[in-house]
């Protein structure tokens, strides 16, 4: 691998994948997740960082630590896209290419409040409603990020 690594960041509930409600976020793991993203990077020369927290602040200084460390940010907030002002100040204060990702189409849930997204702000780019193949998306997209910064 060539380049620094990129952090996939996950946030609450989303180690509970597979489990909690298979009918919206459907039943592919997290660690069936991290094998895809390690899959991807291996074919995009990405180095992945993988990670998950249900707490805020362990989520910000993960970002924190990669805009020092990271080539790119992969990162679905899950419940903290909607609510954390914190996360998002976090990702603003970064100079790497951000891409969101959400298992479902945040737009369509029937839950008004998460049709918001405070990292969608911030983000250079958006992938939702893809399922698990969502996060191989955003890390192609990482890539062409990247190598567009590089040229």
């Known amino acids: 691998m060539s380049r620094a690594p990129v952090l996939v960041l996950n946030g ?5 994948l597979g489990r ?3 009918e919206l976020y459907g039943t592919t793991t997290l660690d069936e997740i991290e094998a895809l993203c ?31 460390h990271a080539a790119g940010i992969a990162i679905n907030a899950a419940g903290y896209t ?12 970064v100079d790497v290419p951000i891409v969101e990702v959400h298992l479902t189409n945040i737009h369509r849930r029937r839950e008004e409040y998460r049709h918001t997204s405070f990292v969608s702000e911030v983000a ?16 192609i997209h990482l890539s062409h990020l990247l190598e567009k910064r590089d040229r």
């Open 12 to 16: 609450p509930n989303l180690n509970l």
């Open 20 to 22: 909690r409600e298979p």
């Open 38 to 68: 390690h899959a991807v990077g291996e074919q995009h020369d990405l180095l992945i960082d993988f990670r998950q927290s249900n707490h805020e602040g362990v989520l910000v200084d993960a970002v924190q630590e990669a805009g020092r």
């Open 82 to 93: 909607h609510t954390s002002v914190a996360l998002r100040d976090a990702l603003a204060a």
């Open 124 to 139: 250079d780019a958006m992938i939702c409603g893809a399922g698990a193949h969502g996060y191989a998306l955003a890390l």
